[in-house]
């Protein structure tokens, strides 16, 4: 038999053959794929048919004046993480020489990762590195040993969790299925990790981004670009608002290049295309009076106080706040929720007096065991003493 209602039905109704209005309904003609979504169009009033190509693209959000849509974003930074650890296992990217900067890189995320799961996972693997990746093994001439090693080890660890990588992506998904995805969901991780450092972390913060981006990011031309801008940096940071405000320049500029050769080869999402960021809709006050072009970073009249404030919220308390609604619960921890509840469906609650039901049942359940038992007692002792009296 197969059912149609709303998740929280389910959990908090019954359901009865005879029932005329039961909110959780019978699918009485599913006999057949054509049959079943025949039945489900006419539930939601739709004309889908098996042929149709995929259309999970179709319907995205592009509304960018909603800051609340980054809400949904810490999923990719779980999806971008678990991603990036696949990426360096695969392409056998973890040598001596590199081992120092995935050690550095691993506890920035262990402290900072915006998604507590994913900070435990890295945790685990941190704890374990010398046991995963021993110094000795890595700097072998046989690099097959190293390999097979590093396969083995690290395919037991689960970064962000069992349900990651989910396989698609929230707030980064492109209309496009080769546009946006992991780049983005990479921007998200590290604007937040930035937002969350202290000023005496900020030096330690900004080295780990440089070198992992260097040492493990696929993209060659990608990669180079990101050096020189980490290469141009003349003294250490010593405030975090610095470090924020570094990283927002860089993405931008990174931005503004693509904005040129995007456009030139027609590579852009036609419904994302790269723009100067934050844009007005989303913090006007970063706008200074002289606003200038708006696709040239460098010749905008920028607030950075604002810009910072913008930044500091969007990716800080704004990036997590989709735990703290009605959707996910945060009746225990932030923590609680996101290493358990941080997956995209609904989560099923179990409502307080059904809990109260069950714990009624179960008192009644264990005094009536006690009860039994002591009768039980009671009817050994008694057979036992008729029988030494019959000795």
């Not at 081992?99 to 900070?119: G, W």
């Amino acid at each position: 038999m197969l059912f149609w209602g709303h998740p929280s039905k389910f959990v908090g109704a019954g359901w009865e053959p005879k029932q005329e209005k039961s909110e959780i309904h019978v699918i009485d003609d599913g006999r057949t794929a054509e049959r079943l979504l025949n039945w489900i169009n006419k539930q939601i009033g739709s004309s889908y048919g098996l042929d149709d190509e995929k259309f999970e693209n179709e319907h995205l959000a592009t509304n960018i004046s909603e800051p609340e849509q980054i809400a949904r974003a810490v999923y990719d930074v779980e999806e971008a993480t678990t991603t990036a650890f696949d990426i360096i296992i695969e392409h056998k990217m973890i040598k001596s020489e590199t081992r120092a900067s995935l050690i550095k890189f691993l506890q920035l995320l262990v402290a900072h990762h915006p998604s507590r799961r994913c900070r435990k996972g890295s945790a685990e693997v941190l704890v374990n590195f010398d046991d995963i990746y021993p110094s000795e093994i890595l700097s072998i001439d046989k690099p097959e040993t190293a390999e097979n090693n590093q396969k083995g080890s690290f395919g037991n660890i689960q970064i962000c969790g069992k349900e990651v990588p989910r396989g698609y992506w929230m707030f980064c998904r492109g209309s496009k299925n080769d546009t946006r995805g992991f780049s983005c969901g990479l921007w998200v991780l590290l604007h937040s990790l930035s937002v969350r450092v202290d000023d005496g972390e900020s030096q330690f913060a900004f080295t780990a981004i440089c070198d992992f981006i260097h040492n493990f990011f696929i993209c060659e031309e990608c990669r180079q670009h990101f050096y020189d801008m980490c290469s141009s940096v003349s003294s250490p940071f010593k405030t975090s608002r610095d470090f924020v405000l570094w990283l927002w320049t860089a993405h931008n500029k990174v931005n503004s290049r693509l904005m040129k050769e995007e456009a030139s080869l027609g590579t852009g999402d036609p419904k994302f295309p790269k723009i100067v960021w934050p844009p007005k809709q989303l913090c006007a006050p970063c706008y200074g009076s002289n606003v200038g072009r708006q696709d040239d970073p460098s010749r905008i009249d920028w607030d950075q106080d604002e810009v910072f404030k913008f930044l500091t919220r969007y990716y800080g308390m704004t990036l997590v706040s989709l735990y703290k609604s009605k959707d996910a619960p945060l009746g225990e921890t932030t923590g609680r929720s996101l290493e358990d509840s941080s997956s995209p469906t609904s989560a099923v609650v179990v409502p307080v007096g059904a809990a109260l039901a069950i714990a009624l049942a179960s008192c009644a359940f264990g005094a009536l065991a006690c009860y039994w038992r002591s009768q039980q007692k009671n009817r050994k002792y008694y057979h036992q003493l008729h029988s030494l009296k019959n000795i």
